[in-house]
């Protein structure tokens, strides 16, 4: 994965999901991957989205997660998947009003201030907004 230049956080999120993969079906030796892979895939999409209740996004997740496994991994592609697909509703986030953004803004100064400025102006994520270094001229 780092060789193909994916997100350490990607990296780390696929992990989780072949070892929750891997201790879902009890696969105690590699070949056993390869028994049925399909329908171990489909199995476990669909556990995901009827008993464990997982947003479609979080399945999706999950599924590329798989696919990178068995296409990249084992060279084994995955063909013809048919799983249940998750049906959790969206959910309709929570926005602050113009005001309420600057009370917020007003009780922070320095650092702080200028980082939750460029969250909220700029759209960006904490883990961009810390990374960020003033270019020396």
């Known amino acids: 994965m780092r ?3 994916y997100s350490i956080h990607t990296e ?3 992990c989780d999901w072949v070892a929750k993969y891997i201790h879902f079906h009890k696969m105690q030796v590699r070949e056993t991957l390869f028994v049925e892979q399909e329908k171990k895939v489909e199995d476990y999409l669909t556990y995901l989205a009827v008993q464990a209740n997982v947003a479609a996004s979080t399945q999706n997740q999950a599924f590329n997660a798989l696919v990178f496994l068995y ?13 249940t697909r998750s049906r959790k509703t969206q959910r309709i986030p929570v ?3 113009r005001e309420e953004v600057k009370q917020i803004l007003s009780l922070l100064e320095g650092t702080s201030e200028l ?20 270019k020396q001229a």
């Open 71 to 83: 296409k990249r991994v084992l060279a084994h592609p995955l063909q013809g998947i048919d799983a």
């Open 12 to 14: 780390n999120a696929y």
């Open 115 to 134: 980082l939750v400025k460029l969250l909220y102006g700029c759209g960006l994520r904490i883990t961009e907004a810390v990374r960020l270094r003033i």
């Open 3 to 5: 060789r193909l230049h």
């Open 95 to 97: 926005v602050l009003t």
